[in-house]
């Protein structure tokens, strides 16, 4: 599993014109889900970023986290964070995970934010969505997660 975390003063996903999703304070998370992905890199990705203090304090350091700000996540699948560019000009996503699998893992990414006590928000799984974010920092991270574990 990969996933790209964008601390976000607010962020939507509109499709065909209509927002669908929205928060306030939190994080965007891109989430693409490998193959051999399963609910232990779930939990490891939730667990993660649920806790990653990276939320001003009152100093303004870095030692909160989005349960501590009482901040939201809005989960979107990009299977395009699964691609290889390694040889020629056009992507390949072969290493990226089949639909049903790849929809069933984002869906548990969010309840398992919402067990957390984290309010979880989902994009729309295969839609073209328009991902729309006011990056706070900005501040961003790339976690990889393999065998239930952050890379």
Not at 17 to 22: C, D, F, K, L, P
Not at 133 to 147: A, I, R, S
């Amino acid at each position: 599993m990969r996933a790209v975390i964008q601390r976000v003063s607010s962020s939507t996903v509109v499709v065909d014109q209509v927002e669908v999703a929205r928060i306030g304070p939190g994080f965007l998370m891109l989430v693409a889900i490998f193959p051999t992905d399963a609910e232990r890199e779930v939990h490891a990705v939730v667990d993660k970023v649920a806790n990653l203090r990276v939320f001003p304090d009152e100093s303004g350091r870095m030692n909160r986290s989005v349960v501590d700000v009482a901040g939201s996540v809005l989960v979107v699948s990009q299977f395009t964070l699964a691609a290889d560019l390694r040889r020629g000009r056009r992507p390949s996503f072969a290493d990226a995970a089949d639909p049903d699998h790849a929809s069933r893992l984002v869906d548990g990414i969010v309840a398992e934010f919402l067990a957390e006590g984290v309010d979880a928000v989902p994009g729309v799984f295969g839609a073209m969505m328009e991902v729309g974010l006011v990056n706070d920092g900005p501040v961003t991270f790339v976690l990889d997660v393999e065998g239930g574990r952050v890379r």
